[in-house]
């Protein structure tokens, strides 16, 4: 499956923004989902996950009751809603897929992973 992240863009601390993340080549529905990101000189983190249909959510620590992952399966897509932004939530978010759920312990492990988007730049202005 091939995936292509895309929304981000310069905004404001505190403003919201969705990014998107459209599957090409599979049925979406039947992958796990998740976002990571990485910001200038650090290592990637885990944002946020979503299971196949009916499967789980996380969120990391640091974007809980601000994040929102969600999927749209009529349109191979899963969506990150990002509410009340911060600077330090600036970085690349990039998607990615499996086709199996992950145990909670295990989402934010990006070599479990299998497909990768190209990523998308968010820059929040203080």
């Known amino acids: 499956v091939q995936l292509q992240a895309s929304g981000g863009g310069l905004v404001q601390a505190g403003d919201s923004l969705r990014l998107s993340c459209v599957a090409h080549?599979?049925?979406?529905?039947?992958?796990?989902v998740g976002w990571f990101r990485r910001a200038p000189g650090k290592e990637r983190e885990f944002v946020a996950y979503r299971g196949t249909s009916g499967g789980s959510t996380y969120y990391a620590d640091s974007v809980k009751g601000r994040f929102t992952i969600s999927r749209a399966n009529a349109r191979d897509t899963v969506y990150l809603q990002m509410n009340s932004v911060k600077p330090e939530d600036t970085a690349v978010y990039y998607c990615a897929a499996r086709p199996r759920n992950l145990v909670m312990s295990a989402v934010g492990r990006p070599d479990l992973y299998d497909f990768w988007g190209q990523g998308t730049q968010v820059t929040v202005s203080s």
């Open positions: 080549g599979r049925t979406f529905s039947n992958y796990a």
